[in-house]
Structure formats: structure tokens, C-alpha cells
């Protein structure tokens, strides 16, 4: 790479739209630039930097920064900066260009011969179309997730993420998926740039798990904290909540956009974590909260992290309190439509021309809470399995006894796979022991002494139907953060100390994605101690059969008085069952609505499930035959991709350099999650995108046209030109963008451009391949032609640039006058909404109303020459 120097002007290889960048340091092994119009600074090692420099030739335009341009007549080099001769004895220094940047590289690469090709032009078109297609789907950051599409997540991640400062907390039950929730949101917060720097603050036992989470079902890639880490470098971290405290003044300063804190009731409200999450949230644009239980400790803790979101509306706890009274009896009356209809319609002031629907959305918006917090609950949702609660009581006692009633289970279980619970790590190798030496039974083992790669592999040997185990043997970490709702059984070799912990266990198959009824089976001993568990949670706290959310607090309070009386089990149920339906009647009838808006959320699914019908593999199998990586077909719809070493990239993005199975079935991405799920916005395709965008190749060509309609002999000329917007909110522009690339089609001896004429796919079909040095014979001698075609072919573009520009500005206006509106009316209902939040909104309008209209220019990504013959 070329020496660098204070004020040369560099751009980066991979983010065209920060525009030329400025050097303004240069050390032995960093360099740093400043980018204007991405109003940002960057720093690169100097022997890997992503960077070329900007050098204009004779007869080049230049814009200056004061929006003059002007013509390069000669060029001049002095202390490693470029002088340009612009004439009449002017002399501009290259520091004084304008950051705005348009590069003409296909048209070097034509006049030169530097062809390639026609395979590669239309892969080139075809990753652009596709790409553009995704970016005008506003599904971007929702598609790539390895879950099945559930349309309350789905409607979480969308909602927030609508908003200008996404603030909320996540409170859906336990098993309903906030972390995928969480994850989607900061999938598509990233997608779109909205955030650069993220904190994600979990229980310190969640920590691997979060990590496994995120790279597995996002392809995101946090770093674990380690002692005296540096958060100034890196992008994404985990921080365990014990470290939170003493690590006040290094996570305050660290400039974080974006924090997510799981577990949030675990940081209690006096002590040095929750002052430190106060701290942050008063810095961070974004903050995510998660808690199955937002009450648990009382409204006090509740009210406070609702402060944490939004301080300047949640400022009296009473007040508060007050309010979620009222809510409390609004729920009443909503339970006795259409009954109380006309109270309703009285006491607030509604449209009795209303239907029940548009009645219930007005109510929606008035809700306080719904703007700070969703809860999705089970019993709003359809589709959850049946829990079979099987005690299987035993003559002997002992873990032998055990081991031997499960050997003989399980040859009653034909191929079923079978997930085996145990707490201790010990009593697991003990039962892989005993079935293998005792009965020949082959058993797959998780447990805490195996790596991440050990652990994905027992998973995947559990999962496959084919070549896998029928059972899985786990110590107690099998029930955390991993899912097998492939399996219908599960056996409890030994039962926990809390209902809590056995509700973990439980969760790895009863959930979203099961479709069989759940069995428990516990074996036990008549008298044992197990005996007596399984009848305090299975028949006091009526805990294994279903979801419980009173079972905990009533273990709690009577494990103290372990082992319990006859009489103490009777009062423990009673008051347990009326606990229960306390807490169902409590029920925020009208924030689960909120929480998942129907009928919207259930079209967002299927638009979801409709974009991915039409898959990238048959692009990925192109691509592999264009770049000379491996892909080759496996079985039950997985595939290999593996670099070679004829590639002609440097690596593929997104893949380990020793490249991965993948799948494109959403069905056995989370099935298998071993394999990487490609889809229309998975690194890999977007990423492949990028390196080809910024590369040469396939952005010049030459063909032949056999034709009856057009003259033999002659010309035309294909170029595609890419709407690029260079501006820090150039990604929320793309869904605007009517087109992201505009083709023209001139003839050598038309004034018209024939590209509506002659089709882009219809040309496609008629062209014929022309050998390499055949094609450079026709360049060589139209060489003195081209550059007037081409510059026709220019004027053709820019003229369809500015209709296409308005015609985009016009469809964020009516995106964004749609919003406004909404917000407007909402803050006449619903105190939540202040005027701020709508400036924030218009201000956003502004932004990138501005970058479509003011800082979008074409820019030449694909020459074509197409030479007429005759059939």
C-alpha cells in the first residue's frame, strides 16, 4: 500500500457512503481519517487498512469543498500529496475536494480491455437486484434469525424498533422468547446503523449462554468480559452482573449506543450495578430490559426500572400507581364486552359509531404502559402442547435402580428421542456407563466439562434423525439455553431443589415450536425422599402438568419448613391455587393486546414466511462457480461451503476459514444448530454483496447480439449505474429508494435510450459469449467511440435520477406523515407520548428527506458492449 500522509484523501473500500476521508494521523502502525459526511473518525493498522486512494487523472471532473467544479488538466505530486492543475494558473491541493465521491472504474476497465465474463455481469445485476429487493422489504434484521417465525416476537422486534429511541421493556413469560426478541432488535439496529456499540449486561451463569445465543441464532459475535478488558475496542460485550458495579467508570465513558440488560430484577435498586445501569441509561439512545417477572420484587423495584426508560414520565411512584389502578378496572370492564360497551364508550370519550375492533385499538393507544413494555403471556397464545406428568414408582431405590428402570424404558420407546435430566455430572457418565456396558445402548452426553464445539456437536448428534442418537444425557446445564422441541420426553432421573430450576428443564421441550404432547416421567422410590418432591410439586404445587407462576413463591416461603406436614402440603395447595388465579385475573388484559397487535402481527409473519419462499442457494450455487469456492449438496437439505484455493476472494464473509454446512430450510436451521442459516440478509450473502461491489470484477463486459431488428455491425452500449446516497443516514434510505440501480441502453447511431425497448432479461436471454481477445479486438477499434456513447449513456441516467429521487423522497414523506399523524393522535390519548418524541420523528424525516434529494448521486457499477450480428 502507498505511503501515507497528512491530507491525502483515502475512502473505505467497504462503506463508499462515508465519502473521501481525510487523513489526519499518521504513526509508525495506525493511520487515522476523518469522513465528513459520515461525521465520524476512524483508525486503521496501516499494513491491513480497507482503504484506496483517490487519485484523479487529466480530464477527470473534481467538485471542490465550496461545491465549485472542475477540470483536471495536469497532475502534480509534492510531500506525498496530489497538486492539480485545474488551468488559468490554478492550483487545487487534494485535501481541498469535496468528500462527495463518484467513481468511474468500468469504464477504466472497458477502454483498457480488463473484461470479464457475461456470467459475471449478470451475477453482478442479479446480487444487486436481490439485495435491493431485501432493503425494499423493510424486513431486514428479521429474516436471518435461526427460530421459527412467531408472530408476537416478530411484532416485538418490528414495534420497537419503529421507534426513534428504542426504550422497552421485555416481560413476556417465561418460554415465550424475550431473548430472541432482544436479538431481533438488535439484529435489525445494526442492520440499519442505528447503533454501533452495544452493552449487554447478564447473569453471570448466563454468560456463555447469551454468547452461544447470539452466534448462533444471529451470527453476532459479542466478546465475553475478561479482567482489564479495553471496551473502547470491539463492538458488541457481555458483561456478567457481578462486574457491573466495579466497572462504573470504564462502561460509563465507553460511549455505548445501546444497552440490554437480561435478568433486569436480578440488579436490586440500591446497590452499585443498578446505579451504574441508571448512569448508562441516562447516556444510551437504546435500552432493552428483560424480566419474566417485572413485579417480583414489588412495585418500588418495577417503577424504578421503568425510570430507567423513561424518566421524564415516570416520575411519582404513586401517581404510577394510581394509573395502573385504573388500568386494573378497565381490564374488568373489557371482560364483560360487549356488555359494559356504553360505559366505555361514556367514560372515555370514544366514537360509539365505533366498531368493538376500532373500539379496542383506541383503548390500545391510550394504555400508558404500552409504550415502555411488552407481555405476551401463554394463555394468549395458541398453539402450546399438552404437559403429561408420568410417575413411574420403583421397587429398589438407588441410582442403579434408576439406570436400570431407564434401560428398560427405553426399548419400549421405538425410535423416540429421549432427553435424560440429571443434576450431578457424576451420575451422568455413571448412566452412559451403565447403559452402554449393561445394555449396548449408545447415549450422547452434555455437560459442563465439554467446550461450546463439544457441547454443538452432542446437540447435533441428538438432533439428526438419521445418523443420531436416540438420547441425550445432561447435568442440570442441559436445561439452560439449549432446545429439543423435536423430543416429546423427558426424564427426570432426579428432581431439583426449586420449581424454578425443574421449569428450566421442562422448557427445553415446552415451547414455542412443540407440536406433541410433553411427558415427565419421574422415577421414584415409595417413602424416598424423591417420593416426597415429586408430591410437593406435583400434586401441592401443581407444577409439573403446567406452568405455575405461583408455584415459586409459595416453595419459598414453605421450604423453610422442610419436611412438611400433611396438613402444611394441604394449606400449601390451597393457597397456591388461589395465588394462581390471583395472578390470572391481575392479568393485563390490554398490554398483551398491546404486546402483540393482531391482526398486524400475523401479516408481518406471513410476509415473512412469503420472502423466504424464494431462497439464495440457487444465487450462492452461481456464485460458487464465479468465485471457485466449494458448495455441494449433502443430505435432508444441507449443504457444504468450503473456501479453496483457487478463490478469488480472500475469504468468504460471514464463514470460518474452514468453511461450514449450511442450510437454507428455516425447519432445520432450528433443528440443526450446528449448521449456518443463509438467508436474503444472513453476513454471507450481504457480505458477498459488499466484496463485490468494491470489486472489478464483472463490472465490464462485451457480448454478442444476433438480431434481425438491429443493424449488423454496430454498437450498443449497457451500462448500469447504482443510486448511491452519502449521507450517516444513508441504510434508512434504502427502503425509500424506488430503484437502486438505473440501466440505460444507447446504439451507436441512436439518440435514444432503448432500455425499456430491450428489456434487461430479454437482452440477457439473445446475448452470446465472445472469446477474451476478440472482445479486445472490437474495443481497440471502437476505443475513440465509446467515450461518447458512454457519456450519452450518462445523460440518459441522470435524467431518469431526479423523477426516481422524487418519487422516493415522496414515499418517505408519506411513510413519515403517516407516523406523525399517528404519534399526534396518540399523544392526544396517551401521556406516554410528548412532543419531543414527534420532533425526534420530523427531525428523522428531515435527515433523510435531505440525504434522498441533496446527497444521492449515480454512480457506474457495470459497463456492457454489446457488438450486433446477424443470426
Same mark, same amino acid.
Not at 208 to 219: A, H, I, N, P, S
Given at each position: 500500500?502507498?505511503?501515507?500522509?497528512?491530507?491525502?484523501?483515502?475512502?473505505?473500500?467497504?462503506? @463508499?457512503?462515508?465519502?473521501?476521508?481525510?487523513?489526519?494521523?499518521?504513526? @509508525?502502525?495506525?493511520?487515522?481519517?476523518?469522513?465528513?459526511?459520515?461525521?465520524?473518525?476512524?483508525?486503521?493498522?496501516?499494513?491491513?487498512?480497507?482503504?484506496?486512494?483517490?487519485?484523479?487523472?487529466?480530464?477527470?471532473?473534481?467538485?471542490?469543498?465550496?461545491?465549485?467544479?472542475?477540470? =483536471?488538466?495536469?497532475?502534480?505530486?509534492?510531500?506525498?500529496?496530489?497538486?492539480?492543475?485545474?488551468?488559468?494558473?490554478?492550483?487545487?491541493?487534494?485535501?481541498? /475536494?469535496?468528500?462527495?465521491?463518484?467513481?468511474?472504474?468500468?469504464?477504466?476497465?472497458?477502454?483498457?480491455?480488463?473484461?470479464?465474463?457475461?456470467?459475471?455481469?449478470?451475477?453482478?445485476?442479479?446480487?444487486?437486484?436481490?439485495?435491493?429487493?431485501?432493503?425494499?422489504?423493510?424486513?431486514?434484521?428479521?429474516?436471518?434469525?435461526?427460530?421459527?417465525?412467531?408472530?408476537?416476537?416478530?411484532?416485538?422486534?418490528?414495534?420497537?424498533?419503529?421507534?426513534?429511541?428504542? %426504550?422497552?421493556?421485555?416481560?413476556?413469560?417465561?418460554?415465550?422468547?424475550?431473548?430472541?426478541?432482544?436479538?431481533?432488535?438488535?439484529?435489525?439496529?445494526?442492520?440499519? #446503523?442505528?447503533?454501533?456499540?452495544?452493552?449487554?449486561? =447478564?447473569?453471570?451463569?448466563?454468560?456463555?449462554?447469551?454468547?452461544?445465543?447470539?452466534?448462533?441464532?444471529?451470527?453476532?459475535?459479542?466478546?465475553?468480559?475478561?479482567?482489564?478488558?479495553?471496551?473502547?475496542?470491539?463492538?458488541?460485550?457481555? =458483561?456478567?452482573?457481578?462486574?457491573?458495579?466495579?466497572?462504573?467508570?470504564?462502561?460509563?465513558?465507553?460511549?455505548?449506543?445501546?444497552?440490554?440488560?437480561?435478568?433486569?430484577?436480578?440488579?436490586?435498586?440500591?446497590?452499585?450495578?443498578?446505579?451504574?445501569?441508571?448512569?448508562?441509561?441516562?447516556?444510551?439512545?437504546?435500552? !432493552?430490559?428483560?424480566?419474566?417477572?417485572?413485579?417480583?420484587?414489588?412495585?418500588?423495584?418495577?417503577?424504578?426500572?421503568?425510570?430507567?426508560?423513561?424518566?421524564?414520565?415516570?416520575?411519582?411512584?404513586?401517581?404510577?400507581?394510581?394509573?395502573?389502578?385504573?388500568?386494573?378496572?378497565?381490564?374488568?370492564? !373489557?371482560?364483560?364486552? @360487549?356488555?359494559?360497551?356504553?360505559?366505555?364508550?361514556?367514560?372515555?370519550?370514544?366514537?360509539?359509531?365505533?366498531?368493538?375492533?376500532?373500539?379496542?385499538?383506541?383503548?390500545?393507544?391510550?394504555?400508558?404502559?404500552?409504550?415502555?413494555?411488552?407481555?405476551?403471556?401463554?394463555?394468549?397464545?395458541?398453539?402450546?402442547?399438552?404437559?403429561?406428568?408420568?410417575?413411574?414408582?420403583?421397587?429398589?431405590?438407588?441410582?442403579?435402580?434408576?439406570?436400570?428402570?431407564?434401560?428398560?424404558?427405553?426399548?419400549?420407546?421405538?425410535?423416540?428421542?429421549?432427553?435424560?435430566?440429571?443434576?450431578?455430572?457424576?451420575?451422568?457418565?455413571?448412566?452412559?456407563?451403565?447403559?452402554?456396558?449393561?445394555?449396548?445402548?449408545?447415549?450422547?452426553?452434555?455437560?459442563?466439562?465439554?467446550?461450546?464445539?463439544?457441547?454443538?456437536?452432542?446437540?447435533?448428534?441428538?438432533?439428526?434423525?438419521?445418523?443420531?442418537?436416540?438420547?441425550?444425557?445432561?447435568?442440570?446445564?442441559?436445561?439452560?439455553?439449549?432446545?429439543?422441541?423435536?423430543?416429546?420426553?423427558?426424564?427426570?432421573?432426579?428432581?431439583?431443589?426449586?420449581?424454578?430450576?425443574? #421449569?428450566?428443564?421442562?422448557? %427445553?421441550?415446552?415451547?414455542?415450536?412443540?407440536?406433541?404432547?410433553?411427558?415427565?416421567?419421574?422415577?421414584?422410590?415409595?417413602?424416598?425422599?424423591?417420593?416426597?418432591?415429586?408430591?410437593?410439586?406435583?400434586?401441592?404445587?401443581?407444577? /409439573?402438568?403446567?406452568?405455575?407462576?405461583?408455584?415459586?413463591?409459595?416453595?419459598?416461603?414453605?421450604?423453610?419448613?422442610?419436611?412438611?406436614?400433611?396438613?402444611?402440603?394441604?394449606?400449601?395447595?390451597?393457597?397456591?391455587?388461589?395465588?394462581?388465579?390471583? /395472578?390470572?385475573?391481575?392479568?393485563?388484559?390490554?398490554?398483551?393486546?398491546?404486546?402483540?397487535?393482531?391482526?398486524?402481527?400475523?401479516?408481518?409473519?406471513?410476509?415473512?414466511?412469503?420472502?423466504?419462499?424464494?431462497?439464495?442457494?440457487?444465487?450462492?450455487?452461481?456464485?460458487?462457480?464465479?468465485?471457485?469456492?466449494?458448495?455441494?449438496?449433502?443430505?435432508?437439505?444441507?449443504?457444504?461451503?468450503?473456501?479453496?484455493?483457487?478463490?478469488?476472494?480472500?475469504?468468504?464473509?460471514? /464463514?470460518?476459514?474452514?468453511?461450514?454446512?449450511?442450510?437454507?430450510?428455516?425447519?432445520?436451521?432450528?433443528? %440443526?444448530?450446528?449448521?449456518?442459516?443463509?438467508?436474503?440478509?444472513?453476513?454471507?450473502?450481504?457480505?458477498?454483496?459488499?466484496?463485490?461491489?468494491?470489486?472489478?470484477?464483472?463490472?465490464?463486459?462485451?457480448?454478442? !447480439?444476433?438480431?434481425?431488428?438491429?443493424?449488423?455491425?454496430?454498437?450498443?452500449?449497457?451500462?448500469?449505474?447504482?443510486?448511491? =446516497?452519502?449521507?450517516?443516514?444513508?441504510?434508512?434510505?434504502?427502503?425509500?429508494?424506488?430503484?437502486?440501480?438505473?440501466?440505460?441502453?444507447?446504439?451507436?447511431?441512436?439518440?435514444?435510450?432503448?432500455?425499456?425497448?430491450?428489456?434487461?432479461?430479454?437482452?440477457?436471454?439473445?446475448?452470446?459469449?465472445?472469446?477474451?481477445?476478440?472482445?479486445?479486438?472490437?474495443?481497440?477499434?471502437?476505443?475513440?467511440?465509446?467515450?461518447?456513447?458512454?457519456?450519452?449513456?450518462?445523460?440518459?441516467?441522470?435524467?431518469?435520477?431526479?423523477?426516481?429521487?422524487?418519487?422516493?423522497?415522496?414515499?418517505?414523506?408519506?411513510?413519515?406523515?403517516?407516523?406523525?399523524?399517528?404519534? %399526534?393522535?396518540?399523544?392526544?390519548?396517551?401521556?406516554?407520548?410528548?412532543?419531543?418524541?414527534?420532533?425526534?420523528?420530523?427531525?428523522?424525516?428531515?435527515?433523510?428527506?435531505?440525504?434522498?434529494?441533496?446527497?444521492?448521486?449515480?454512480?457506474?457499477?457495470?459497463?456492457?458492449?454489446?457488438?450486433?450480428?446477424?443470426?
Amino acid at each position: 500500500m502507498s505511503d501515507f500522509a497528512t491530507g491525502q484523501r483515502w475512502v473505505v473500500d467497504s462503506e @463508499p457512503e462515508l465519502g473521501l476521508g481525510i487523513v489526519t494521523e499518521v504513526s @509508525p502502525r495506525t493511520v487515522s481519517l476523518f469522513f465528513e459526511l459520515g461525521a465520524c473518525e476512524r483508525q486503521y493498522a496501516r499494513k491491513q487498512a480497507p482503504l484506496t486512494r483517490i487519485q484523479f487523472a487529466v480530464d477527470d471532473e473534481i467538485t471542490l469543498k465550496n461545491g465549485d467544479t472542475t477540470k =483536471v488538466q495536469a497532475v502534480h505530486q509534492q510531500e506525498g500529496l496530489l497538486i492539480y492543475d485545474v488551468g488559468d494558473d490554478n492550483l487545487v491541493v487534494e485535501s481541498s /475536494i469535496g468528500a462527495q465521491i463518484k467513481l468511474n472504474q468500468p469504464f477504466m476497465r472497458l477502454m483498457t480491455g480488463q473484461v470479464d465474463k457475461p456470467s459475471w455481469f449478470n451475477f453482478r445485476r442479479q446480487l444487486k437486484s436481490s439485495v435491493a429487493k431485501t432493503w425494499h422489504s423493510r424486513l431486514v434484521g428479521l429474516l436471518g434469525v435461526r427460530a421459527n417465525i412467531i408472530p408476537h416476537q416478530v411484532y416485538v422486534a418490528w414495534a420497537a424498533c419503529e421507534r426513534e429511541r428504542v %426504550r422497552v421493556l421485555l416481560a413476556d413469560e417465561v418460554g415465550l422468547g424475550k431473548t430472541i426478541e432482544a436479538g431481533m432488535i438488535l439484529s435489525r439496529l445494526l442492520a440499519f #446503523e442505528r447503533v454501533h456499540r452495544v452493552l449487554i449486561m =447478564v447473569p453471570d451463569a448466563l454468560q456463555v449462554q447469551w454468547l452461544v445465543e447470539m452466534v448462533r441464532k444471529f451470527q453476532i459475535r459479542p466478546s465475553l468480559y475478561t479482567e482489564g478488558e479495553d471496551f473502547s475496542q470491539g463492538q458488541i460485550h457481555i =458483561v456478567g452482573h457481578s462486574h457491573i458495579g466495579e466497572l462504573e467508570a470504564q462502561l460509563v465513558n465507553a460511549e455505548f449506543d445501546l444497552v440490554i440488560v437480561d435478568e433486569a430484577h436480578h440488579l436490586a435498586i440500591n446497590s452499585p450495578s443498578f446505579e451504574c445501569l441508571r448512569l448508562l441509561s441516562n447516556i444510551v439512545d437504546h435500552l !432493552l430490559l428483560l424480566t419474566a417477572t417485572p413485579e417480583q420484587l414489588g412495585a418500588e423495584s418495577h417503577f424504578a426500572r421503568l425510570q430507567l426508560l423513561d424518566p421524564s414520565k415516570f416520575r411519582s411512584r404513586d401517581a404510577f400507581l394510581d394509573t395502573e389502578q385504573h388500568y386494573i378496572e378497565l381490564n374488568t370492564k !373489557l371482560r364483560a364486552l @360487549p356488555e359494559g360497551r356504553q360505559q366505555l364508550i361514556q367514560r372515555y370519550q370514544l366514537e360509539n359509531s365505533a366498531s368493538d375492533e376500532e373500539l379496542m385499538d383506541q383503548l390500545l393507544d391510550s394504555h400508558g404502559l404500552g409504550r415502555v413494555m411488552f407481555r405476551n403471556v401463554r394463555l394468549a397464545i395458541e398453539g402450546f402442547p399438552k404437559r403429561i406428568a408420568v410417575p413411574h414408582p420403583l421397587l429398589e431405590n438407588g441410582w442403579e435402580a434408576r439406570f436400570e428402570w431407564l434401560a428398560q424404558w427405553i426399548k419400549q420407546q421405538g425410535s423416540e428421542k429421549i432427553l435424560v435430566i440429571v443434576h450431578h455430572l457424576d451420575q451422568v457418565r455413571d448412566c452412559e456407563a451403565y447403559l452402554w456396558e449393561k445394555h449396548g445402548i449408545d447415549v450422547a452426553l452434555f455437560h459442563e466439562e465439554q467446550n461450546l464445539i463439544e457441547r454443538d456437536k452432542a446437540a447435533a448428534y441428538f438432533a439428526s434423525e438419521e445418523q443420531g442418537s436416540q438420547i441425550l444425557v445432561c447435568s442440570e446445564i442441559g436445561s439452560e439455553g439449549r432446545n429439543f422441541q423435536f423430543s416429546c420426553h423427558l426424564v427426570c432421573l432426579d428432581l431439583p431443589d426449586h420449581p424454578d430450576v425443574l #421449569e428450566q428443564r421442562i422448557g %427445553r421441550l415446552d415451547r414455542i415450536g412443540q407440536t406433541r404432547d410433553v411427558h415427565i416421567h419421574i422415577p421414584y422410590t415409595e417413602g424416598s425422599e424423591e417420593a416426597e418432591r415429586l408430591d410437593w410439586y406435583h400434586n401441592s404445587l401443581n407444577c /409439573i402438568a403446567q406452568l405455575n407462576p405461583a408455584a415459586a413463591n409459595i416453595h419459598n416461603e414453605y421450604i423453610k419448613h422442610w419436611p412438611l406436614s400433611q396438613q402444611q402440603k394441604t394449606e400449601a395447595k390451597e393457597r397456591c391455587s388461589a395465588l394462581q388465579q390471583q /395472578i390470572l385475573e391481575g392479568r393485563d388484559g390490554l398490554l398483551e393486546m398491546n404486546s402483540c397487535r393482531q391482526p398486524f402481527a400475523e401479516e408481518l409473519a406471513s410476509r415473512i414466511a412469503l420472502f423466504e419462499h424464494d431462497t439464495p442457494m440457487a444465487l450462492v450455487e452461481t456464485a460458487s462457480e464465479l468465485f471457485q469456492f466449494h458448495f455441494e449438496a449433502g443430505y435432508e437439505g444441507i449443504y457444504s461451503l468450503i473456501p479453496s484455493d483457487k478463490m478469488l476472494i480472500p475469504a468468504l464473509p460471514g /464463514i470460518p476459514p474452514e468453511g461450514a454446512e449450511v442450510t437454507f430450510s428455516r425447519a432445520t436451521a432450528c433443528h %440443526r444448530e450446528d449448521l449456518l442459516f443463509l438467508t436474503w440478509d444472513s453476513p454471507f450473502i450481504l457480505g458477498l454483496w459488499e466484496m463485490l461491489q468494491h470489486s472489478e470484477l464483472g463490472c465490464a463486459s462485451v457480448a454478442l !447480439l444476433p438480431s434481425n431488428k438491429l443493424p449488423a455491425g454496430h454498437c450498443l452500449l449497457e451500462a448500469t449505474f447504482d443510486v448511491v =446516497v452519502q449521507a450517516p443516514v444513508a441504510r434508512a434510505c434504502l427502503p425509500f429508494i424506488t430503484e437502486h440501480a438505473v440501466r440505460v441502453l444507447v446504439l451507436d447511431i441512436g439518440d435514444n435510450d432503448l432500455s425499456q425497448a430491450l428489456g434487461d432479461e430479454a437482452l440477457q436471454n439473445a446475448l452470446k459469449p465472445i472469446q477474451k481477445h476478440l472482445a479486445r479486438d472490437v474495443i481497440k477499434t471502437q476505443k475513440a467511440h465509446i467515450p461518447k456513447w458512454f457519456a450519452k449513456a450518462e445523460q440518459f441516467a441522470e435524467a431518469k435520477l431526479q423523477p426516481l429521487l422524487e418519487k422516493s423522497a415522496n414515499r418517505a414523506n408519506h411513510y413519515f406523515a403517516g407516523e406523525v399523524l399517528r404519534l %399526534r393522535r396518540l399523544a392526544s390519548l396517551n401521556r406516554q407520548v410528548d412532543a419531543e418524541e414527534i420532533d425526534m420523528l420530523e427531525a428523522r424525516q428531515s435527515q433523510i428527506i435531505q440525504a434522498i434529494t441533496h446527497r444521492s448521486h449515480l454512480q457506474v457499477s457495470a459497463i456492457r458492449l454489446v457488438v450486433i450480428t446477424k443470426p
